[in-house]
């Protein structure tokens, strides 16, 4: 469901957006989640069929520069591998709650860009979340020349919750989970300058600019680090007619 209203006495085209969305879905294991056989794992199982049931609502106020939604899923048979990669079935309902706030703000030329994820999952053992989730993108952007060159100027960071990061099994080709130390808690933070000129976009990057503070944990996953600090130039530039 989808509805549009027209509030804005300034800007009449601009819509306020509420949104509402529902899916229920009912499905079998696919084969190798049933039936494995390699030099390291072995299983033949007989599993029952997954299913996942979804409600969402959002709410989108491009003027304003927002964007928010709600969500909450149940899963029932739900399909995980464990801490030693050895696929599993949870006969227990998982529920998982998930909240998202994007909001832009601007002050000359200034641009503060924040996205916010609150989730919460009930069974940590089988479906690990963290909690929270932030991405901010604060810059400072002008034009050298007008239509011209445009220039970006600031940082780029991620940060997440400390949690039990799934590990990478190379063996099956899956995530699994573990429980040996968490990941997060450390913000990770790219410093870059963009020059759009007409069609092309040049950018220069330094990543993982705060490496070693507040601490080293810059992981993706269990064992597998984020990129260094290092210095990146790159170039877009599409060509075609208008």
């Known amino acids: 469901l989808k509805m549009n209203a027209y509030p804005f006495r300034r800007d009449r085209k601009s819509p306020l957006t509420l949104e509402a969305h529902f899916e229920t879905s009912l499905r ?34 491009p003027r304003w520069k927002m964007a928010a939604s ?10 995980y591998y464990d801490t030693l990669g050895i696929i599993r079935q949870t006969p227990e ?10 909001k832009d703000f601007k ?17 940590q053992e089988s479906l690990p979340l963290p909690m929270l989730a932030l991405h901010l993108r604060y810059y400072f952007q002008f034009d050298v020349v007008k239509n011209v060159m445009k220039v970006q100027i600031g940082a780029d960071g991620t940060f997440t919750t400390a949690y039990y990061a ?9 995530f699994h989970n573990q429980t040996s130390e ?12 963009n020059f759009q000129w007409k069609t092309a976009t040049i ?7 705060n490496q070693g503070w507040p601490n080293a944990d810059y992981f993706s996953a269990y064992h597998y680090i984020k990129p260094k600090r290092a210095f990146k130039v790159g170039i877009f530039w599409p060509f075609f007619v208008k």
């Not at 709600?70 to 399909?79: K, Q, W």
């Not at 950018?203 to 600019?209: D, G, Q, R």
């Open 28 to 61: 079998e294991p696919d084969y190798y989640e049933q039936h494995l056989y390699t030099n390291h794992y072995k299983w033949d199982n007989d599993f029952s069929k997954i299913s996942k049931t979804k409600a969402e609502a959002s709410l989108s106020i």
């Open 70 to 79: 709600f969500g909450y899923a149940l899963l029932s048979n739900n399909i």
């Open 93 to 102: 309902l998982v529920n998982v709650l998930s909240a998202y706030l994007q």
């Open 107 to 123: 002050f000359w030329k200034i641009h503060l860009d924040n996205q916010i994820l609150f989730q919460m999952s009930s069974n």
């Open 166 to 174: 799934p590990a990478y099994n190379p063996a099956t080709g899956q």
């Open 182 to 193: 968490k990941v997060g808690n450390c913000p990770y933070i790219d410093v870059f300058a």
């Open 203 to 209: 950018f220069l990057k330094f990543t993982n600019a």
